[in-house]
């Protein structure tokens, strides 16, 4: 995974910012509600997971050198959050609504957050599965062109 997805500048300024910004509403959060402050990490973490981090990846995967501005940094942002959503989002409402009306099972038996998280990585494995799958073809007509250059 480390051979198709780098981490430059633009990336790191993206995650610091993305925890700055979780850091001082978790803080916010914690001082004005009643709740645990663990809770609102739990809930941040799990939101980051599945809003974000599929959209991330696809990004990275695919079109990291995609850019409609000036600043890379926001337009990483505002694809990995559309893309999430796209993907992960729309898979999780049919998963709901076959769960529900089709097979009859409650709500309560199995949890959102683990239909989500599962629906993320099987979102971000199949990128990368895909990713992955079009190198090797790329790299076998590569060898395949070598080899008939060399007879």
């Known amino acids: 995974m480390i051979k198709y997805i780098t981490f430059g500048p633009n990336d790191k300024k993206l995650w610091i910012g993305i925890g700055v910004v979780s850091a001082i ?15 609102w990490v739990e809930r941040f973490v799990i939101t980051l997971f599945e809003v974000f981090l599929p959209g991330y990846v696809i990004v990275k ?25 796209a993907t992960v ?34 979102v971000s494995g199949g990128a990368y599965g895909i990713r992955f799958y079009q190198d090797k073809k790329q790299s076998q007509a590569g060898a395949g062109e070598a080899k008939s250059d060399t007879e």
């Open 89 to 122: 989002q729309t898979l999780y409402f049919l998963f709901t609504y076959v769960r529900t009306y089709a097979l009859n099972v409650d709500e309560d038996v199995i949890s959102s957050n683990a239909i989500a998280i599962i629906l993320a990585l099987l």
């Open 61 to 85: 995967l695919f079109l990291d050198h995609v850019s409609f501005s000036e600043s890379p940094v926001v337009d990483k942002v505002i694809l990995s959050f559309g893309i999430s959503f």
């Open 25 to 39: 509403l978790i803080v916010l959060l914690s001082v004005f509600a009643t709740t645990s402050p663990f809770y």
